[in-house]
């Protein structure tokens, strides 16, 4: 394995930051130091070392966090302030997937996993996060089309992958905005270039993980479900300008389809257009023949038959 993959699964912390802990010598292999990036290694029969401790494989742990405003999102800050590890328990090689910044809260992942963390924090593996947003003013729809388009900022252009209204208030509008890669403070700088100071930012879902019903401040462990879901979702990358597939399920017919969409089975046989499985101009043909045969009944061998006599109605007659 390379030695980085194996400092961010020993809890590290990620990839990028085992490669500064490579580069700066703080890492030993049986003893010999290391500084080149890429370096194979065997966990179960080398002996690895970072700043002369060795390192040992520790239980992985993973926790969703709501973030106050105010708490900083990483994991060194020599003015001492309050980071979100310090609101877990045992911080120990603990470190947050999808920073936000200090005037923001919502949801975060606490994780000593730098494998998953990599991924989901990589815009290749395109991770969904959600965010709720109260903007100053009211953004018109001119102004949502043009973050819809990508709007360009000091390093790159920014897409957006969703973006809609939710509420409007007289002075501030509630927005919904979807992305998937993670430029710095990247919402607030959007919608800065388009005219709205951003109030309130809360992200509430990163890929399957939602925020629900925690309290501010607090955290809970994410169940075997939701880890799993999030594996799955980073087993592969993306190609770049390419979304995900919506999720499949399978209906009571037992063919897939997608969720939201209801597919009617066929009979056998049946084409588009014709639920009796028959081409529109047989259906004529058939119409046809059955109207001869309409005829064909109610006639009798001696020729037309005879209608039967109306009922006379009894009307009574007005003295």
């Given at each position: 394995?390379?030695l980085?993959k ?7 912390g990620?990839?990028r930051h085992?490669?500064?802990l490579?580069t ?10 290391v ?6 290694v065997?966990?179960?029969n080398?002996?690895v070392r ?6 040992e ?9 709501n973030?106050p405003?105010?708490?900083l ?6 003015d001492?302030?309050v980071?979100?590890v310090?609101?877990?328990?045992d911080a120990n090689?603990?470190?947050?997937i ?6 923001s ?7 000593n ?5 990599n ?5 290749s ?8 947003v ?11 089309a ?10 790159g252009?920014?897409n957006?992958e ?6 409007r208030h ?14 710095n ?13 951003v ?31 999030l594996?799955?979702?980073t ?7 390419t ?5 499949k399920?399978?209906?009571?017919t037992?063919k897939?389809?997608r969720?939201?969409?209801?597919k ?6 049946a084409?588009s257009g014709d ?9 004529r ?6 109207a001869?045969g309409?005829k064909?009944?109610?006639s009798t ?12 109605r009894n009307?009574?007659k007005?003295r």
């Amino acid at each position: 394995m390379r030695l980085q993959k194996v400092l961010a699964a020993a809890g590290y912390g990620s990839r990028r930051h085992c490669e500064e802990l490579i580069t700066a010598g703080r890492v030993q292999i049986d003893r010999q130091v290391v500084t080149q990036l890429g370096t194979k290694v065997d966990p179960e029969n080398q002996e690895v070392r970072v700043d002369g401790d060795v390192i040992e494989r520790p239980t992985l742990r993973y926790y969703v966090l709501n973030k106050p405003p105010g708490v900083l999102s990483t994991n060194s800050d020599p003015d001492g302030r309050v980071r979100v590890v310090d609101l877990i328990g045992d911080a120990n090689h603990l470190f947050t997937i999808g920073r936000l910044d200090r005037s923001s809260q919502g949801l975060i992942i606490v994780t000593n996993d730098g494998e998953l963390a990599n991924k989901i924090a990589h815009p290749s593996y395109q991770v969904s996060k959600i965010y709720t947003v109260r903007v100053a003013g009211n953004i018109q729809r001119e102004q949502l089309a043009e973050i819809r388009q990508g709007v360009y900022l000091s390093d790159g252009k920014a897409n957006v992958e969703s973006i809609r209204v939710k509420k409007r208030h007289k002075q501030t509008t509630e927005l919904e905005m979807i992305l998937a890669e993670g430029k710095n403070r990247e919402i607030r700088r959007v919608l800065a270039r388009v005219g709205h100071k951003v109030l309130q930012l809360k992200r509430i879902a990163i890929g399957p993980v939602r925020l629900g019903e925690l309290p501010e401040g607090a955290y809970r462990e994410l169940t075997i479900a939701e880890v799993k879901a999030l594996k799955r979702l980073t087993a592969e990358k993306t190609k770049p300008g390419t979304r995900r597939k919506s999720v499949k399920k399978k209906t009571s017919t037992g063919k897939t389809t997608r969720k939201g969409v209801k597919k009617t089975p066929r009979r056998r046989g049946a084409k588009s257009g014709d639920a009796r499985g028959k081409s529109p101009g047989s259906t004529r043909k058939s119409s046809r023949g059955a109207a001869r045969g309409s005829k064909s009944k109610s006639s009798t061998k001696g020729g037309s038959a005879k209608r039967k006599p109306a009922k006379k109605r009894n009307v009574r007659k007005r003295r």
